[in-house]
């Protein structure tokens, strides 16, 4: 069993820039790759980014290239998710989850999701 706890969200001008902070507790997640999820308000829960097992490879949402980077430290069991340039677009509810079944992209393939932490990207 693996938890994971997110952090690192709040109010931020559009421009800005937040660091969300996803910690795992329990057996370590370094066996697995991880993804991070956003929803907003009324809508579907998508694909943000993801990052593999070593770190090395990583896969991000057309919406978000250019401007967020997905890292990982191990030892710290924590995958980290840089967001610069945010815009009022990106204000959703942030989740990160461990990949259980291939495919980067698909909510299906993932499990043990955290509670979410909230974003909002003033205009």
């Known amino acids: 069993q693996v938890q994971l706890v997110e952090s690192g969200g709040g109010l931020v001008q559009t421009g800005g820039s937040l660091r969300l902070s996803c910690a795992a507790t329990g057996r370590t997640f370094r066996f697995y790759a991880v993804g991070w999820f956003r929803q907003a308000p009324g809508k579907e829960r998508k694909f943000v980014a993801a990052i593999d097992l070593s770190g090395r490879s990583t896969y991000y949402a057309d919406s978000v290239k250019g401007r967020f980077t997905i890292s990982r430290d191990n030892a710290k069991n924590t995958v980290y998710l840089q967001m610069n340039t945010l815009n009022p677009e990106d204000t959703a509810v942030y989740y990160c989850?461990?990949?259980?079944?291939?495919?980067?992209?698909?909510?299906?393939?993932?499990?043990?999701w955290g509670q979410g932490t909230q974003v909002t990207v003033s205009s």
């Open positions: 989850a461990v990949k259980t079944r291939s495919g980067y992209d698909a909510q299906d393939s993932y499990a043990y």
